[in-house]
């Protein structure tokens, strides 16, 4: 059963910086497709990125604009959020997914929907002075 499990959310200053991280587990395909979400309170949920574990290969949603970068780190399982610049509108919880397509990733970061095979729980991130 596949497992993911978001860390890294805590209380930031605007301006300043996290790292989110998501352990994957119990998939058994030899690549994955890992999805960044994210959904603050009264709002949608919103799609941040798309990163695929053999190539690397990423997609960002527009809003990204460099300021998030996903990354991977295949001998732990664990795909990763760089967060830099945080402001008080990225207060969110952010949710990473699970799929074996990048054309799903990319249309449920893209559009919102769902589609996404597996979700975690969801890690809080605050961005406040």
């Known amino acids: 059963q596949v497992q993911l499990v978001e860390s890294g959310g805590g209380l930031v200053q605007p301006g300043g910086s996290l790292r989110l991280s998501c352990s994957v587990s119990g998939f058994r395909l030899n690549y994955y497709v890992i999805g960044w979400f994210r959904q603050a309170p009264g709002k949608q949920r919103e799609g941040i990125s798309c990163i695929r574990s053999d190539d690397g290969s990423t997609f960002d949603a527009d809003f990204v604009k460099g300021r998030f970068t996903i990354s991977r780190d295949n001998a732990k399982n664990t795909v990763y959020l760089q967060m830099n610049s945080l402001q008080p509108d990225d207060t969110a919880t952010y949710y990473c997914?699970?799929?074996?397509?990048?054309?799903?990733?990319?249309?449920?970061?893209?559009?919102?929907?769902?589609?996404?095979?597996?979700w975690g729980k969801g890690t809080l991130v605050t961005v406040s002075s």
């Open positions: 997914a699970l799929d074996a397509s990048m054309r799903v990733c990319r249309t449920a970061v893209s559009s919102g929907t769902v589609g996404m095979d597996a």
